[in-house]
């Protein structure tokens, strides 16, 4: 049976999950009799489409490619109906598992929240990248999908597709986490590395937008609310706390003077942004800041966009895990992944 899939935001990581569904389409049905259809996107710049007997993968990639971002490029899919919006897409779709791919506000969480509120309640799964929801309502949203029996999932929240919240889960299950620090952004961490060859601020952040790394308002990654994000998923699902975004303290990298940025490794240091949650007794705390870290930590050698993240666990010791931050394809990935775990679970 096909897995229906509506896609609930299509900008550079739908596009991305998209463009891994059409070119691995016959490896993940020969190794995983996974056949996932796209019934519906809806985007609230690119318009929407759906066809219950499900789009053509490469002709919504035209469309966007074709029509170079135009509003309402999708409403002219051949085959599909158009005009639904988010909401209708969620509930008359007929999909079974929702991918929420819309921009993360780490403020409200919305639209983002009302998406993943409105799927599980209909008993549709439901995927997602969107840091908002997880960081803001992810018990309240754990408990309304185990009270549905779907799943919501979210592992592309923290380091894209390198899989960290899947290893603390299952990997590490029965572990305790003392402490979790990291590199958690893959914007600033590549701003930095391209500061410390002399290369400007404003010009590498630039790159980072064309890349694909950056948010779409990328103070969210200069100014440490990105990672903040991921310092709250990860100390309230990997760690079970309770903690607040307001309860972190934050600096970005911002404030960095971009020679001292250039000149700290011949004195022996490297400037990273570090996210830290640690427990300390009963009491778990999370902080965001640039960190003069010396040459020897193993993070001061993790530049570009990777990422890093060291998970102290009581019977493993310290676990650490480096792979991509960002980026459309390892972000796309890691939808596939949780679309398969869902596909796997039957
Ligand atoms: N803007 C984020 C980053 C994307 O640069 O890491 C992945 O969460």
Same mark, same amino acid.
């Given at each position: 049976? !096909?897995?229906?899939?509506?896609?609930?935001?299509?900008?550079?990581?739908?596009?991305?999950?998209?463009?891994?569904? /059409?070119?691995?389409?016959?490896? @993940?049905?020969?190794?995983?009799?996974?056949?996932?259809?796209?019934? !519906?996107? #809806?985007?609230?710049?690119?318009? /929407?489409?759906?066809?219950?007997?499900?789009?053509?993968?490469?002709?919504?990639?035209?469309?966007?490619?074709?029509?170079?971002?135009?509003?309402?490029?999708?409403?002219?899919? +051949?085959?599909?109906?158009?005009?639904?919006?988010?909401?209708?897409? $969620?509930?008359?779709?007929? #999909?079974?598992?929702?991918?929420?791919?819309?921009?993360?506000? *780490?403020?409200?969480?919305?639209?983002?929240? /009302?998406?993943?509120?409105?799927?599980?309640?209909?008993?549709?799964?439901?995927?997602?990248?969107?840091?908002?929801?997880?960081?803001?309502?992810?018990?309240? @949203?754990?408990?309304?999908?185990?009270?549905?029996?779907?799943?919501?999932?979210?592992?592309?929240? &923290?380091? /894209?597709?390198?899989?960290?919240?899947?290893?603390?889960?299952?990997?590490?299950?029965?572990?305790?986490?003392?402490?979790?620090?990291?590199?958690?952004?893959?914007?600033?961490?590549?701003? %930095?590395?391209?500061?410390?060859?002399?290369?400007?601020?404003?010009?590498?952040?630039?790159?980072?937008?064309?890349?694909?790394?950056?948010? !779409?308002?990328?103070?969210?990654?200069?100014?440490?609310?990105?990672? @903040?994000?991921? &310092?709250? *998923?990860?100390?309230?699902?990997?760690?079970?706390?309770?903690?607040?975004?307001?309860?972190?303290?934050?600096?970005? $990298?911002?404030?960095?003077? #971009?020679?001292?940025?250039?000149?700290?490794? =011949?004195?022996?240091?490297?400037?990273?942004? *570090?996210?830290?949650?640690?427990? *300390?007794?009963?009491?778990?705390? =999370?902080?965001?800041?640039? &960190?003069? @870290?010396?040459?020897?930590? +193993?993070?001061?050698?993790?530049?570009?966009?990777?990422? =890093?993240?060291?998970?102290?666990?009581?019977?493993?010791? +310290?676990?650490? $895990?480096?792979?991509?931050?960002?980026?459309?394809?390892?972000?796309?990935?890691?939808? %596939?992944?949780?679309?398969? !775990?869902?596909?796997?679970?039957?």
């Amino acid at each position: 049976m !096909a897995q229906k899939l509506a896609l609930i935001g299509f900008g550079t990581v739908g596009q991305g999950l998209v463009e891994i569904l /059409s070119r691995k389409k016959d490896l @993940l049905q020969e190794r995983h009799a996974y056949r996932p259809q796209v019934v !519906a996107v #809806a985007d609230l710049h690119h318009g /929407s489409c759906y066809d219950a007997n499900g789009l053509d993968l490469d002709q919504l990639l035209d469309a966007i490619a074709r029509d170079g971002g135009r509003p309402g490029a999708l409403t002219s899919c +051949p085959g599909g109906q158009a005009g639904w919006d988010s909401m209708e897409t $969620i509930r008359e779709s007929g #999909a079974e598992a929702m991918v929420e791919v819309t921009l993360t506000n *780490i403020e409200t969480g919305e639209p983002a929240v /009302s998406h993943c509120r409105a799927a599980l309640q209909e008993g549709i799964h439901v995927v997602t990248t969107n840091k908002g929801p997880v960081a803001l309502v992810w018990r309240e @949203l754990a408990d309304l999908a185990a009270s549905r029996g779907v799943q919501f999932r979210f592992e592309g929240t &923290v380091m /894209s597709g390198t899989p960290v919240l899947s290893t603390a889960a299952e990997a590490l299950a029965g572990c305790e986490f003392a402490r979790i620090r990291g590199i958690l952004n893959g914007t600033t961490n590549y701003i %930095l590395s391209e500061m410390e060859q002399g290369r400007g601020y404003g010009e590498s952040l630039a790159t980072a937008q064309e890349l694909g790394y950056a948010e !779409a308002d990328p103070t969210a990654d200069v100014e440490g609310f990105d990672v @903040l994000a991921k &310092v709250v *998923i990860l100390a309230n699902v990997v760690m079970g706390a309770s903690l607040g975004v307001g309860e972190v303290s934050r600096t970005g $990298i911002a404030g960095l003077d #971009a020679s001292e940025v250039a000149a700290a490794p =011949a004195a022996g240091h490297r400037w990273k942004l *570090i996210g830290q949650v640690e427990r *300390i007794g009963e009491r778990v705390t =999370a902080s965001v800041g640039p &960190v003069a @870290l010396p040459l020897e930590d +193993p993070l001061a050698s993790v530049t570009g966009v990777t990422n =890093a993240v060291t998970l102290e666990t009581d019977l493993v010791g +310290p676990v650490t $895990i480096v792979g991509a931050g960002a980026g459309r394809e390892a972000t796309g990935m890691a939808l %596939l992944s949780d679309l398969l !775990a869902i596909h796997r679970a039957g």
